[in-house]
């Protein structure tokens, strides 16, 4: 997704939400809410979004992903972050911050779940669980879990000189 797509759909995509034990998660197309899974998970007062944000890890992981997804390539604007009246871009595209009354920080989807493996052990496998079927990810077979033979891949066989 590109910086403009990411700006596009904080502002124009409809918010759908998921709910974890009775607190509302906001989405908005790829986009998760960190400030309502920091709700969700019990307001753990030193681990806001903020503060997970300049982590060493959360940013060598946004470095990586941005090294690697090529299709956020496009740049931003003038100073290299997108802005909306409101709406907040930062320059690799993965974290939107909106300020008002249904502001927060949002996040690209993968990147909420290293969130949501900060927040809490229990909240990380309901979000792994929750966010990757709501974006049509197919989960792995269980622990010694089969394929089919349908499923399984085939190996590759050299061509005979």
Known sequence: MS????????????????????????????????????????????R???????LEDTLRFRA??????TELEEPAGDDNVAHDHNIRLDPDGFVATARGRNGG??????LALTYARYLSPEF???????VRQRHGVARRPAHGGQRSAAAAPRPAVPPHR
Not at 21 to 30: D, K, S, V
Not at 35 to 42: E, F, I, L, N, V
Not at 64 to 69: E, K, S
Request: hydrophobic share 40%.
């Open 64 to 69: 990586h992903a941005q090294a690697h997804w």
């Open 3 to 46: 910086k403009a797509e990411t700006l596009l759909e904080i502002t124009m995509t409809p918010t759908s939400t998921i709910s974890y034990q009775g607190t509302p998660i906001r989405l908005r197309g790829a986009m998760l809410n960190l400030t309502d899974m920091w709700r969700a998970a019990g307001c753990p007062e030193h």
């Open 124 to 130: 990380h496998l309901w979000c792994n669980t929750v």
């Open 105 to 110: 920080t949002w996040a690209h989807w993968q």
């Open 48 to 54: 806001r979004p903020t503060s997970w944000l300049i």
